[in-house]
């Protein structure tokens, strides 16, 4: 290497933002310092030049698939009590994290009662799906299908269920928190249409399979929307006790405790 490298960096800085190459422009002067350290060979020098620049463009675009995907705030598997849990084996979460699933455009079901770490589980899977490089959109159901219904009348439907069917993970909480009408039960035929076998679904449910048939006008709709949904997919169960408790309770015990 050159003993005149490190004293040309700012030209070279230079030359690499004007080629838009912000991340190795940023971090030359340093590589280069090490180079002439090293005596690095010219291939290797290189090679850690592009892959500052590499580095740099992925951790901004996980960046921005976060943002996209709204997940919110998201706690860190290591805390998660799987003690409690005594259905849901690490590894299976951990076999989940991978995102096999998503490449294979497959489901995960998520179903237990209120309290009880499906949502958590959801957004852990999910932000470990957008450091992966997939699109990720998190969305309560009843709010996404209360948007899909309202955009018939701006004319924006198209628009808005490519919103739901174009990323290619999409979670969908909260599921069944209350029962479909006719109109919700189509949207929702639709969308789920759309993304079997082309994209996959994170669904989190507060009841199980059983009374899913009463949240749908008829059993028709129930069946034709749950039969895409199970197809090939992962199903957690959630038992136990819920972990949300009150900070404090004060005065005597209600009757209908």
Known sequence: ???????????????????????????????????????????EFVERLLQAELNARMERKAARILKRA???????LDTFD??????????????????NFVAEKRNILCLGKPGLGKTRIAKTIGRAACLAGYSVLFTNTAVMLEDIGSSFADGTYKRAM??????????CDEFGYEGFDPKATRYLFRLVSARHGQGAIILTANTGFNRWKTLFPNE????????????RATILRFTGQGCRKPKDIHGANLEDD
């Open 1 to 43: 290497m050159n003993n005149n490298a490190p004293s040309r960096s700012p030209q070279l800085q230079d030359l690499a933002r004007t080629l838009n190459l912000t991340a190795l422009a940023d971090s030359l002067p340093a590589i280069l310092t090490r180079a002439e350290q090293e005596a690095l060979a010219y291939t």
């Open 220 to 231: 028709a709709s129930a069946v034709s929307t749950v039969d895409r949904l199970v197809d």
């Open 70 to 76: 709204k997940l919110g705030t998201v706690e860190d």
């Open 162 to 171: 490519r919103r739901y069917v174009k990323p290619q993970l999409i979670i």
């Open 82 to 99: 799987f003690k409690i849990r005594p259905n849901i084996e690490p590894r299976v979460i951990k076999e989940l994290l991978t995102c």
